[in-house]
């Protein structure tokens, strides 16, 4: 059968924005800024986009298109030995699948409290309390399963579902052409409404005025290369297949720049969005912008709906602001599902359908965890996981062996190259086996350095243990015997 197609060009880039753009932009990438100093933490980024980000994003695009496959396959046939690598991408997907659809279920909740402001004076106390219902659970004592947090994760998923099952042009596309121009114009007519209230210019000057003494701070670096790896979608799964579905003729360098350069500015964007809104909290409070804010899910379902409450027309900023934050949220989920989707059919062969309701399935019965008393906490060790020990190792391991392994730089550049409007110089060999293997491995160090030390916030050891540490040794297990399992013919493509 021959492979899918994207429809347009459009289609395709708002897809894969759609796919990069997600809650991390609205809620990850506002706390960083925080965190690390406002305004300087915007010249290591934007460095970080240069360096690594838009390179990083051209090999995917280019070996996803050349090697017309999902993951796997993509690595199979650079080396057969590889595919295994390819299995771990997809299972990191299958397992950021399975807990983010839990955050959009959050959303959609919140959603709808936020026409009457349903939180409350005390959103910490709402959230954690009487939504959640969080008691004396912990990872391992998950409580029983709540069907108010149930009902909204069973609603994402029939979305998703829908999105995956009828394909690349009909569901993804079709879906990303709505949600995308949605989620921009709610996010920028909210940023505008935001910026007349009072107090909002001191928190646009808290984000973008440099502090040049943080400049100098390698945990300033390192947190600006881990929002651009965590916040791209690169290293698990994801571009690759969609490159793959990409036609003949496509200007990968052009589309690879348009992504990261749209993604970027949406995070800006975001921020922008939410630093107003905590400089007009902290005028009301009469207190400093470092004290208003907290970190995290506690950002978007604990800060924002007290701003909300402040806000002038809550009952019409509110649900713009939940409704923006839910599109996001599918938007990735549905790029996310699609890497593991396009995987299953390239091994086994299977008719997409079948594929989707099979991966879908599974996905939806292990989500059901979280869903439970204790799931926001099993939800923080998995999530700490995945994205600061599995998806940083899974890029580290990609670059050093397509830039050093295989050697397969000056190719792809080549490749890519020869289907552009511009070409790339030798810049993108040199920040793809220099630059960037170098500073993932730096922060992989560190983390696992600081993991393994003084473990990761109140967790227990044994709850780490099993659902950080042991979930990934099972995830590099069973990539390897899917590597062993034999493999359909696959499509009659270009190759």
Request: overall charge neutral; glycine content about 10%; hydrophobic content about 55%.
């Amino acid at each position: 059968m021959q492979r899918e197609q994207w429809g347009s060009r459009t289609g395709f880039i708002l897809a894969a924005v759609g796919s990069a753009i997600g809650l991390g932009n609205i809620w990850r990438f506002p706390y960083m800024a925080y965190e690390n100093g406002g305004g300087a933490f915007f010249i290591p980024y934007l460095f970080a986009m240069l360096s690594a980000g838009i390179p990083f994003m051209i090999m995917e695009f280019a070996l996803g298109h050349k090697l017309r496959g999902a993951a796997p396959q993509v690595f199979a046939r650079i080396r057969p030995r590889l595919e295994w690598l390819g299995w771990f991408q997809v299972f990191i997907a299958f397992v950021i699948a399975v807990y983010y659809v839990a955050v959009i279920g959050w959303s959609i909740s919140f959603l709808g409290f936020s026409f009457t402001q349903s939180w409350g004076a005390d959103p910490n106390h709402f959230f954690f309390t009487e939504y959640l219902k969080l008691g004396d659970n912990s990872p391992s004592n998950l409580g029983s399963i709540q069907s108010h947090i149930l009902m909204p994760i069973i609603l994402a998923w029939l979305i998703t579902f829908a999105a995956v099952f009828t394909g690349v042009r009909g569901g993804i596309e079709r879906a990303s052409k709505i949600m995308m121009p949605l989620l921009f114009v709610m996010v920028l007519g909210l940023a505008i409404r935001v910026a007349f209230l009072p107090g909002a210019l001191e928190g646009f000057n808290y984000l973008f005025k440099p502090d040049f003494d943080r400049i100098w701070d390698p945990s300033v670096w390192s947190a600006a290369y881990g929002q651009i790896f965590f916040t791209l979608s690169v290293g698990f799964a994801i571009m690759l297949a969609y490159a793959s579905y990409l036609p003949p003729k496509s200007d990968i360098n052009n589309n690879a720049f348009m992504t990261v350069l749209i993604n970027c500015g949406f995070s800006i964007l975001a921020g922008t969005m939410i630093f107003g809104i905590l400089g007009y909290m902290a005028a009301q409070q009469q207190v400093a912008i470092t004290e208003v804010v907290s970190a995290g899910v506690g950002l978007a379902f604990v800060t924002l709906p007290t701003a909300i409450n402040m806000l002038p027309a809550p009952y019409i900023l509110g649900p713009l602001f939940f409704l923006a934050l839910t599109v996001a949220g599918l938007s990735s989920i549905i790029s996310i599902l699609e890497a593991v989707i396009s995987a299953v059919i390239d091994k086994t062969g299977w008719d997409r359908k079948w594929a989707a309701t099979l991966v879908c399935g599974s996905a939806f019965l292990i989500s059901i965890n979280f869903a439970t008393n204790g799931g926001l906490l099993l939800l923080d060790v998995v999530d700490y996981f995945m994205n600061n020990v599995a998806l940083l190792a899974s890029c580290l391991l990609e670059l050093v062996l397509i830039g050093w392994v295989v050697k397969q730089l000056p190719q792809l550049r080549q490749y890519s190259n020869r289907l552009s409007e511009f070409s790339l110089a030798g810049w993108f060999d040199f920040c793809l086996r220099f630059i960037s293997p170098g500073l993932l491995a730096l922060i992989l160090a560190t983390n696992l350095v600081a993991l393994i030390r003084d473990g990761y916030g109140d967790h227990q050891q044994m709850d780490l243990m099993t659902y950080g540490w042991g979930l990934i040794a099972i995830m590099v297990v069973l990539a390897v015997i899917v590597k062993k399992l034999p493999t359909a013919a696959g499509p009659d493509e270009e190759r």
